[in-house]
């Protein structure tokens, strides 16, 4: 039975262990992550700015968009796959360097060849990466990836097939390093079968074509396009017609037999995608804009709070105007506990005073005194006007209307 193996990757620095650069004489300045020094240096490109984005994790936070298409995409490959329970560029223009030897992560293939050392053959990989590209509504420095790579050894690629093989004659699996590896036919690698190519593309194909259905809908449209990838051969790019255009969603191939040689045992062929996290929740929400990814404002991640996962959420654009935020906290009278209190009445209040530029309350807290055992109860009200942009100033003074009016109506003790 074939194992599969999900791993979301949090560390976001890559070592470049094999360069020896000596560091600048007027490098002196240092940056801090994950509770490591590294020594800036005349390669260091980094802004504050970016290393803010470090460790938020969106893919891993539970109402934002990114983690809804990541549970969706790990499920569907539960299902699809036996299972038991228990590079691009590194230049400077492209990546963020903290300095010579250490850059942000630019992609997640980087771990592949650590998870196939480690005698894994089936996997997802998840994560953040930082790359430097243009400035618009569809690129941002920081995105999230999957990767995943599935092989297979002969036995169970042509299992109903047993007189095939995998490689060519020419080609020794026991010394794969001594056989220059080509890729000029556009149809396979120069070491592989073309009936062992044209099987896992097969695989991988339908794999990638159900989930897009899994996501997108079973009457989806799709098409494959002929790609160039510097770790697969043949390579793909599955395209879906969203809005009465072509979108680009994923790029996958055969991975090339190097790689595999590089990491262990070379008895099998392996194939492997890779896809954002943010392309396919734009799509699929209709996010105007990848910023929004990164927003914590309440009108963006309340569309997508307790949210069932094959829920259909159309994003709704909010207020292009910021929004003020103001608590209220207040201890309940004698007959009132915070189990008793019905929020729905305070809601309404708040409404009836603040009007229209209350965009949403929310409970914050619940609190009980360990002494006196009176309650309270602890509120955020989320003020935004669709018009204009409000001052705090008349924020407070709507503020404190409210207050008056819960006193007045619940006879509760402004806290």
């Not at 260091?44 to 990541?70: A, E, F, G, M, Q």
């Not at 400035?135 to 036995?155: L, M």
């Not at 790019?237 to 996958?252: P, S």
Request: hydrophobic share 35%.
């Amino acid at each position: 039975m074939t194992k599969i193996f999900f791993r979301n990757f949090r560390v976001s620095c890559l070592q470049l262990n094999k360069c020896n650069y000596a560091t600048a004489p007027n490098a002196i300045a240092t940056i801090k992550l994950n509770n490591k020094e590294y020594v800036t240096d005349d390669y260091t490109n980094v802004t504050p700015k970016i290393l803010s984005y470090l460790n938020r994790n969106l893919h891993l936070k539970k109402d934002n968009p990114l983690s809804l298409v990541r549970q969706r995409i790990v499920n569907y490959f539960y299902s699809s796959f036996t299972h038991r329970e228990n590079h691009p560029s590194r230049t400077k223009s492209d990546c963020y360097y903290i300095n010579r030897k250490t850059l942000l992560r630019a992609h997640m293939t980087a771990h592949q060849s650590e998870l196939l050392r480690s005698g894994l053959d089936n996997f997802l990989m998840i994560g953040d990466v930082y790359r430097r590209d243009e400035i618009d509504s569809t690129h941002f420095p920081v995105f999230h990836q999957i990767d995943a790579v599935r092989s297979q050894r002969k036995e169970q690629l042509f299992q109903d097939f047993p007189d095939l093989e995998l490689f060519e004659p020419t080609f020794d699996p026991q010394n794969p390093h001594i056989f220059t590896n080509s890729i000029k036919d556009p149809n396979k690698q120069s070491c592989h079968t073309l009936e062992a190519t044209k099987l896992m593309e097969a695989q991988l194909k339908n794999h990638l074509i159900g989930l897009v259905q899994t996501l997108f809908g079973d009457n989806i449209k799709h098409r494959w396009v002929e790609a160039y990838f510097p770790f697969t051969h043949p390579s793909w790019e599955l395209e879906i017609f969203y809005e009465n255009n072509w979108l680009e969603v994923l790029g996958c191939g055969i991975v090339r037999n190097e790689i595999l040689a590089n990491a262990g045992p070379n008895n099998t062929i392996a194939y492997a995608f890779g896809l954002g996290l943010e392309r396919i929740a734009m799509a699929l929400y209709k996010i105007p804009d990848i910023r929004l990814m990164w927003s914590k404002d309440s009108g963006f991640l309340s569309q997508f709070e307790d949210k069932a996962l094959n829920e259909r959420i159309t994003y709704k654009p909010v207020s292009s105007y910021p929004q003020c935020v103001n608590d209220i906290s207040f201890w309940l009278p004698p007959n009132l506990t915070i189990d008793t209190f019905t929020s729905n009445d305070f809601y309404d209040l708040v409404r009836d005073v603040g009007g229209d530029i209350i965009e949403q309350v929310k409970l914050k807290d619940k609190f009980v005194h360990p002494k006196s055992k009176k309650h309270s109860l602890c509120y955020s009200i989320i003020y935004r006007h669709l018009e204009r942009t409000l001052k705090q100033a008349e924020v407070n003074e709507v503020h404190k209307e409210i207050e008056k009016a819960a006193v007045k109506a619940f006879n509760v003790i402004i806290r």
